[in-house]
């Protein structure tokens, strides 16, 4: 019904920038919070940043300064800035948006399938 869609990850060193990007789409009748969420090796998957359909947003503690997120909602796409990349920034990184659909007014949750990004020292 819905399919999240994420682009930009990517290989970088330590202090370098990456952007990525997330489009939603399929059966949307409207997005609510779309958010960012990584994942590293024997790690728990943890919130990156998130913003709300009003444009409101919240970061990890360990990336705030450091990393921005956006969103275009006439595109239903989210994006998040990386700055300053560290070792430790190295995960997957995965998409998620809180989804009201065409076929019913709940309010679901979806994931993108992951992008890798890598920082090295």
């Known amino acids: 019904q819905v399919q999240l869609v994420e682009s930009g990850g990517g290989l970088v ?4 920038s990456l952007r990525l990007s997330c489009v ?25 940043a998130d913003i709300s359909s009003g ?4 970061y990890a503690d360990s990336v705030n300064g450091r990393f ?7 595109k239903n796409t ?14 997957v990184y995965f998409c ?9 007014w709940v309010t679901r949750s979806y994931w993108g399938q992951g992008t890798q990004v890598t920082a090295s020292s």
């Open 55 to 58: 444009g409101s947003t919240n």
């Open 96 to 104: 998620n948006a809180l989804v009201v659909t065409n076929t019913s």
């Open 24 to 48: 939603a789409s399929g059966s949307i009748r409207r997005i609510n919070a779309m958010g960012w969420y990584r994942q590293a090796p024997g790690k728990q998957r943890e919130l990156v």
């Open 13 to 16: 060193q330590a202090g370098g």
């Open 68 to 74: 921005g997120i956006s969103r275009d909602n006439a």
């Open 78 to 91: 989210v994006y998040l800035q990386m700055n300053s990349l560290k070792p430790e920034d190295t995960a």
